[in-house]
T-cell receptor
Framework: GQNIDQPTEMTATEGAIVQINCTYQ??????LFWYQQHAGEAPTFLSY????GLEEKGRFSSFLSRSKGYSYLLLKELQMKDSASYLC????????????FGTGTRLQVFP | DADVTQTPRNRITKTGKRIMLECSQT?????MYWYRQDPGLGLQLIYY???????NKGEISDGYSVSRQAQAKFSLSLESAIPNQTALYFC????????????FGPGTRLTVL
């Protein structure tokens, strides 16, 4: 079966660091994506990992361990505008771009 | 101008009505997708298309149909709308030559009474 798990909600303080975890069990693997989605808006692409290790992009970093079926998104120097849902998605091993999405983690940043 | 557009942005309809949601893109991508999103649930794939002659069912295609009229246009129809089709609907596009991220339209909020 296909299963992607991530926490439902997290809270953090402005200026802090937060780590959002994602574990997956899918039939095949060809990349893991993180999207940010503000309430009522479209998801926007944050990061893509296909090999093990850490990808850094400004305040956001994403890590992947394929052997553990595990990824995390790290957000540094949190800002109020980072309050949003963060969606973990896996691309399967078939020759398509179909993504399997987790239910998302709603992050609230407080002053 | 937005690369992926959806019309209408909001729609209220009654049970049993047929409605069509439209998606257009200027990104030149061959691959297009329709998703629905319900509160507390992830995005679920309804249908996807890899070119004008290609239509594929996703996880939750029952009660929906699609039409790929051109590379740039992908329409989703609800033949006979029912209240549990009330959701936020997103269209997306992708290009396999890039890291294959999907680019999402702004969404259509559909309410079926």
């Amino acid at each position: 079966g296909q299963n992607i798990d991530q926490p439902t909600e997290m809270t953090a303080t402005e200026g802090a660091i937060v780590q959002i975890n994602c574990t997956y069990q899918t039939s095949g693997f060809n990349g893991l994506f993180w999207y940010q989605q503000h309430a009522g808006e479209a998801p926007t692409f944050l990061s893509y990992n296909v090999l093990d290790g850490l990808e850094e992009k400004g305040r956001f970093s994403s890590f992947l361990s394929r052997s553990k079926g595990y990824s995390y998104l790290l957000l540094k120097e949190l800002q109020m505008k980072d309050s949003a849902s963060y969606l973990c998605a896996v691309r399967g091993g078939d020759n398509t771009d179909k993504l399997i999405f987790g239910t998302g983690t709603r992050l609230q940043v407080f002053p | 101008d937005a690369d992926v557009t959806q019309t209408p942005r909001n729609r209220i309809t009654k049970t049993g009505k047929r409605i069509m949601l439209e998606c257009s893109q200027t990104k030149g991508h061959d691959r297009m997708y329709w998703y629905r999103q319900d509160p507390g649930l992830g995005l679920q794939l309804i249908y996807y298309s890899f070119d004008v002659k290609d239509i594929n069912k996703g996880e939750i295609s029952d009660g929906y149909s699609v039409s790929r009229q051109a590379q740039a246009k992908f329409s989703l129809s609800l033949e006979s709308a029912i209240p549990n089709q009330t959701a936020l609907y997103f269209c997306a596009t992708s290009d396999p030559r890039t890291p294959s991220t999907q680019y999402f339209g702004p969404g259509t909020r559909l309410t079926v009474l």
